[in-house]
């Protein structure tokens, strides 16, 4: 090609990749994002809560995302991505009751029951929890809860939320008459219980303590049950417990029914693994604006350990733009690709001034003579 070509070719292209790098970047860092990270926050051992601040300084539009982050942790591990068995997620008609109907190669049974889900994958799903309470700039008194939004629709996949992951229902009986919580060791429903009792305001010294869904015996089959019904009805139902006594969900406290079992929002979203062993997964989204100046104060019912591992785990707040949450590297690395674009037109322009590149002799081409 002619050399004007090869120089306008490169001139054009850093312009335009630097001028969209700079729109990104810029972009980019209109994202309002607040990382807090609370691995080594202390617990209360009674409670086994801990509770830190944040402090809103730039007005968050809504939607607000609510992430937890986690740093170390290898969900991309080859035997770690085997562990699962989706057949048994999206199959809700008849539960596989033996260990040799299902392919999870570790934690497939516990005292002789097929684990529901079974798999290292599902077992490791992250499980702490996120109460959120807030007051305005300049309120004193007690602090509102927060609504966050934490449905299986909000926080997950589209196509992961549109029927590979399907309950079966725990109080249907198999043929034998067997209820599927007492065939299977359906533990999943203990982490993500159809209903939840949230407590609705909170006071500036008063101490935090979650309620929990109770369990009930069942002396025929030796085993405890979470204690609630009605869960595949519109309106399923739990008895609950604090401090191991049972609680009357009433008053400063409500009934939140949810996504429950392999179909909760927070299930879904982990059970697709992160490629990188430091990621963000989504926990809930905030449809309410956070103007400058607000105190948010954030429970944290910890549960999921790091340390062993030495990882870490964070809670994050973002805005979003068109580009979705904050994301520098795309911005800097168009502006880079740009940069030597320009760097190498105005190396091959001070070339073809210096020296330019000679004709070629025509005169060869007359005694050439063709095969």
């Known amino acids: ?43 209360n051992t009674t409670t086994g809560v801990n509770f830190f601040n944040i402090e809103v300084t730039e007005d968050m539009m809504p939607p607000v995302w609510v992430y ?25 008609s008849a539960p596989k009751s033996r260990e040799r109907d299902i392919s999870c190669n570790q934690w497939a049974t516990t005292q002789g029951r097929v684990n529901y ?20 700039p300049g309120e004193q008194g007690r602090l509102h809860r927060l609504p966050v939004d934490r449905s299986a629709k909000t926080i997950a996949w589209p196509s992961d939320v549109d029927g590979k992951f399907q309950n079966i229902d725990p109080e249907a009986k198999v043929s034998d008459g067997v209820q599927n919580q007492v065939l299977l060791n359906m533990w999943i429903l203990e982490r993500f219980p159809p209903v939840q009792c949230q407590q609705t305001t909170i006071a500036e010294g008063e101490q935090f303590e979650p309620i929990h869904v109770g369990k009930k015996e069942d002396l025929a089959a030796n085993t405890s049950l979470l204690d609630c019904r009605g869960y595949k009805s519109n309106s399923p139902s739990c008895n609950f417990v ?21 179909q909760s929002g927070h299930f879904i979203a982990w059970m697709r693994v992160a490629a990188l062993p430091s990621f963000r997964k989504l926990w809930g989204r905030i449809d309410s604006k956070l103007v400058a100046g607000t105190t948010l104060r954030v429970y944290v019912e910890n549960n999921f350990p790091v340390k062993p591992y030495h990882g870490r785990k964070s809670l994050v707040l973002s805005t979003c733009s068109i580009i979705g949450g904050r994301n520098d590297f795309l911005g800097y690395g168009y502006i880079i690709v740009g940069g ?7 190396a091959f322009l001070f070339k073809q001034l210096w020296r330019p590149r000679r004709a070629g002799d025509i005169s060869l081409l007359a005694v050439a003579r063709p095969f």
């Open 68 to 92: 937890y982050q986690l740093d170390g942790f290898h969900q991309n591990h080859r035997r770690y991505l085997k562990s699962r068995d989706d057949a048994q997620l999206r199959d809700s």
């Open 340 to 346: 030597f674009c320009l760097a190498f037109g105005s």
């Open 117 to 136: 889900p079974c798999g290292l994958v599902a077992r490791s799903v992250f499980n702490d929890s996120y109460s959120l309470f807030h007051r305005g």
């Open 242 to 262: 604090r401090r191991g006594a049972p609680f009357n969900c009433t008053g400063n406290f409500h009934k939140v029914k949810q996504d429950w079992g392999i």
């Open 1 to 43: 090609m002619d050399p004007n070509w090869i120089i306008s070719i490169y001139m054009i292209l850093g312009v335009v990749f630097v001028s969209m790098g700079v729109v990104l970047v810029i972009t980019s860092q209109s994202v309002v994002e607040t990382v807090r990270d609370y691995t080594d926050d202390e617990v």
